[in-house]
T-cell receptor, first 116, second 114 residues
Framework: KAGVTQTPRYLIKTRGQQVTLSCSPI?????VSWYQQTPGQGLQFLFE???????NKGNFPGRFSGRQFSNSRSEMNVSTLELGDSALYLC???????????????FGPGTRLTVT | DQQVKQNSPSLSVQEGRISILNCDYT??????FLWYKKYPAEGPTFLIS?????DKNEDGRFTVFLNKSAKHLSLHIVPSQPGDSAVYFC?????????????FGTGTLLAVQP
């Protein structure tokens, strides 16, 4: 099975711009979660999508949004970029159904976003 | 409020010896725990997990122990190999809410010396 893929891998944007990141989960997985990793805050949960619906949201401002398509692919969008948004953005997929294995999340390689 | 804590930022071990990485949590609602290994500029790689109904889970060289009363878990790697050198994160989830939100610790950098 192919793993989780994320595009693009690297991105440089300027303050005030917006950005869209893409994630394709493992085939058959219906849950996609997004995380932000920064040196100061570590790995923090942004939101989770399951069957095209946002199932949970972390403590991030409304500038961070996402969506999920019928094929389970997901995008996240950050509007009005700030310098502090520079981070590694990670996408993780899981089956999303009940049972122990469903809680195991598999991560993509991440998108490194630099805001200048 | 750091709900998942890894109090040792780094650990150095000789090749062939045991590596023990520790993790503490504060939220009693957490009922599923996972360990991930991460290299710089890559996504975390899932290693092993444990449900709160168990106190031990083993997979090859990796064993995770859970002490619910102490709200403590540990990852044992035996024998340690140089390729195990990476940052290790523990993560916790409260699965009862039908969500896959993971709360991560701050990580422990493991260095295995040849």
């Amino acid at each position: 099975k192919a793993g989780v893929t994320q595009t693009p891998r690297y991105l440089i944007k300027t303050r005030g711009q917006q950005v869209t990141l893409s994630c394709s989960p493992i085939s058959g997985h219906r849950s996609v979660s997004w995380y932000q990793q920064t040196p100061g805050q570590g790995l923090q949960f942004l939101f989770e999508y399951f069957s095209e619906t946002q199932r949970n949201k972390g403590n991030f401002p409304g500038r961070f949004s996402g969506r999920q398509f019928s094929n389970s692919r997901s995008e996240m969008n950050v509007s009005t970029l700030e310098l502090g948004d520079s981070a590694l953005y990670l996408c993780a997929s899981s089956s999303g159904t009940s049972g122990s294995e469903s809680y195991e999340q598999y991560f993509g390689p991440g998108t490194r976003l630099t805001v200048t | 409020d750091q709900q998942v804590k890894q109090n040792s930022p780094s650990l150095s071990v000789q090749e062939g010896r045991i590596s023990i990485l520790n993790c503490d949590y504060t939220n009693s609602m957490f009922d599923y725990f996972l360990w991930y290994k991460k290299y710089p500029a890559e996504g975390p790689t899932f290693l092993i997990s444990i449900s709160s109904i168990k106190d031990k889970n083993e997979d090859g060289r990796f064993t995770v122990f859970l002490n619910k009363s102490a709200k403590h878990l540990s990852l044992h790697i035996v024998p340690s190999q140089p390729g195990d050198s990476a940052v290790y994160f523990c993560a916790a989830s409260a699965t009862g809410g039908a969500t896959n939100k993971l709360i991560f610790g701050t990580g422990t950098l493991l260095a295995v010396q040849p």
